[in-house]
C-alpha cells in the first residue's frame, strides 16, 4: 500500500483530523491531503515527525518509509544479539527483583522470552506446547483456564485486549482467531456472568494453585523511548500479591 493510504488510515485510526494533526506538525491541512492522496510525497523528517505524533509502532514507522521510497531507520535486532546484551540483563535483573513473586517478558505477539521461578510455579501442570505464548497459556483448556476463577469473564477481558492490539499489530490476527476459537471452560469458580467487583482499586486476577485461590494485580512494564523494533515490542508483566494470603503463600 502507498504510503498515503496508510497514513490515513493512522489518522482514523487516532481520530484526528487533517487540520489537527497539520497543526501538531507544523504543517497544513491542504498539504497532508496531498499527501495522503498521493499527489505530495512527504520528506523523511516529515514522515518521522507524523508517524511519532500518530503514535506509531516502531515497526510500522518502517514501513512507512519503506512505502515512501527511504530505507528503514529503526534496527530490528535479534534479542540475543550483542548490542542487545544490556537490555537481557536488565530485563533479568528486574524478572530477578519481583521474585517471589511471578513476572515474565513476552514481545509483541505475546511471544514469552524470559520468566522468572515465580511464574514456572504458576505454571506446574500446564502443556508445556502452551508455555511459550502468554495468550495460549492463559486461555487454552490444557492450560490455565480450567484454574482461573471466573475464568469466561476474564476470557472476555483477555479476548478485548487483544482485539485493542490489532488495529496497530495487524499480524496479532492470526493469534486471536486461533485463541478466540479455544472451548470455552467454567474455570475454577464462576458461571458466565461478570467478573465480581469488591470496591478494590483494581480488579485481580485470582488462580487457583495447590488447592488454594491466589489473587494478583497486574502491572505491564515496557521501555521509554526505543529506538530498535525489538525493544520498543518488549513488555514485562508482573503478578503483584492482592491479599496476604497470596504474598504468604508465594513467600513460603
Given at each position: 500500500?502507498?504510503v ?12 484526528i ?9 507544523d ?13 505530495a510525497?512527504?520528506?523523511?523528517a516529515?514522515?518521522?515527525?507524523l508517524?511519532?505524533h500518530?503514535?506509531?509502532p516502531?515497526?510500522q ?7 515512501a521510497?527511504?530505507?528503514?531507520v529503526?534496527s ?5 544479539s ?12 528486574l524478572?530477578?527483583?519481583?521474585e ?8 509483541g505477539?505475546?511471544?514469552?522470552v524470559?520468566?522468572n521461578?515465580?511464574?514456572?510455579r ?6 508445556s ?7 495460549r ?5 490444557s492450560?490455565?483456564?480450567?484454574r ?6 476474564w476470557?472476555l477481558?483477555?479476548l478485548?485486549?487483544l ?6 499489530w ?5 493469534l486471536?482467531?486461533e485463541?478466540?476459537?479455544y472451548?470455552?471452560?467454567?474455570g ?7 467478573l465480581p ?6 480488579q ?7 488447592g ?7 502491572t505491564?512494564?515496557?521501555f521509554?523511548?526505543?529506538l530498535d ?6 513488555a514485562v508483566?508482573?503478578f503483584l500479591?492482592?491479599d ?5 503463600f508465594?513467600?513460603g
Amino acid at each position: 500500500m502507498a504510503v498515503g493510504p496508510l497514513l490515513r488510515q493512522w489518522r482514523q485510526l487516532r481520530r484526528i483530523s487533517q487540520l489537527d494533526l497539520a497543526l501538531a506538525v507544523d504543517s497544513s491541512a491542504r498539504h497532508l491531503s496531498f499527501v495522503e492522496t498521493g499527489r505530495a510525497r512527504p520528506s523523511q523528517a516529515m514522515l518521522l515527525k507524523l508517524a511519532e505524533h500518530l503514535e506509531v509502532p516502531l515497526r510500522q514507522r518502517n514501513a512507512l518509509l519503506v512505502a515512501a521510497g527511504y530505507a528503514p531507520v529503526y534496527s530490528a535486532l535479534a534479542l540475543d544479539s550483542p548490542p542487545l546484551a544490556p537490555v537481557r540483563a536488565g530485563l533479568e535483573r528486574l524478572l530477578a527483583a519481583y521474585e517471589p513473586y511471578p513476572a515474565l517478558v513476552f514481545d509483541g505477539g505475546y511471544q514469552v522470552v524470559a520468566a522468572n521461578a515465580g511464574v514456572q510455579r504458576l505454571l506446574a501442570g500446564v502443556d508445556s506446547s502452551l508455555c511459550d505464548n502468554l495468550m495460549r497459556a492463559l486461555l487454552h483448556p490444557s492450560g490455565l483456564a480450567p484454574r482461573v476463577v471466573h475464568f469466561p469473564a476474564w476470557r472476555l477481558y483477555m479476548l478485548e485486549r487483544l482485539e485493542r492490539a490489532l488495529p496497530a499489530w495487524p499480524a496479532l490476527r492470526a493469534l486471536y482467531d486461533e485463541v478466540s476459537g479455544y472451548e470455552v471452560v467454567r474455570g475454577a469458580v464462576g458461571g458466565n456472568g461478570p467478573l465480581p467487583d469488591a470496591g478494590l482499586v483494581a480488579q485481580p486476577f485470582q488462580l487457583e494453585c495447590d488447592g488454594t485461590v491466589l489473587s494478583f494485580v497486574t502491572t505491564a512494564t515496557t521501555f521509554n523511548t526505543p529506538l530498535d523494533v525489538t525493544v520498543s515490542e518488549l513488555a514485562v508483566e508482573a503478578f503483584l500479591p492482592a491479599d496476604q494470603h497470596t504474598a504468604s503463600f508465594l513467600q513460603g
